[in-house]
């Protein structure tokens, strides 16, 4: 899969896209094809041991989904929501947490798993949070990031493309909470935006 740019599967059979979107980036199969090889990569990483899988809300819940339906190690679940001050479309680094895990991390296999890695600051954030708890590892899985706004080193273990500095919709991610469950990941049209296009 290219690193930048659009994707020469979009838009493919099946997925005529949503009226909103202007440009698909990354198609649904291209999507499900590199979650098949990253889900194996996972597979072989932590035979003979028990992964937790931790979502964060809301963005990851399908990536979260469409993986752990591809993994034959034992896996659990879980789920944390953050909170990031700053405008609509950007983070400040300032994070807070909305809802924490249910299970105790200590000892645990734990891959934490994101839609996007923006400028990094909610996973580095995260990654300093659950690695104080105690884990016997921690890794990130991301299958999205912008490699133009990322502001942290981050050692993302699991990286599915990269995208470029443009707002992004689609497999989670959303614009006012649209969007979300479109199977690839687009750009929306100027209009649906109105006056106030947000920035990258
Ligand atoms: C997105 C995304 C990451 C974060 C990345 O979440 O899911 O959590 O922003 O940005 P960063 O790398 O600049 O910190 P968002 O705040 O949009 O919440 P959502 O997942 O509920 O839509």
Do not use: W
Not at 95 to 119: G, P, T, W
Not at 149 to 158: A, S, T
């Amino acid at each position: 899969m290219t690193a930048t740019g659009c994707d020469r599967k979009a838009g493919g059979v099946g997925e005529s896209p949503h009226d909103d979107i202007e440009q698909v980036l990354i198609s649904g199969e291209s999507i499900q094809e590199r979650l098949s090889a990253l889900a194996e990569e996972i597979n072989r990483d932590y035979a003979g041991r028990e992964l937790l899988l931790v979502g964060v809300l809301k963005g990851a819940f399908i990536l979260m989904a469409d993986l752990a339906r591809r993994l034959q190690i034992p896996v659990e679940f879980d789920f944390m929501a953050v909170s990031s001050y700053g405008s609509a479309t950007q983070t400040s680094g300032v994070v807070r947490i909305i809802k924490d895990l249910d299970l105790d991390i200590a000892d645990r296999h734990v891959l934490l798993v994101e839609d996007i890695v923006d400028s990094g600051l909610t996973v580095n954030y995260l990654l300093r949070n659950l690695r104080a708890r105690g884990p016997a590892s921690v890794e990130i899985m991301a299958l999205l990031s912008k490699p133009d706004q990322i502001r942290v080193e981050l050692p993302i273990r699991y990286h599915g493309f990269a995208v470029p500095n443009v707002f992004v919709v689609g497999y989670g991610l959303d614009y006012e909470e649209q969007y979300r469950n479109l199977p690839y990941v687009g750009t929306l049209r100027d209009a649906v935006y109105g006056s106030a296009r947000p920035r990258p």
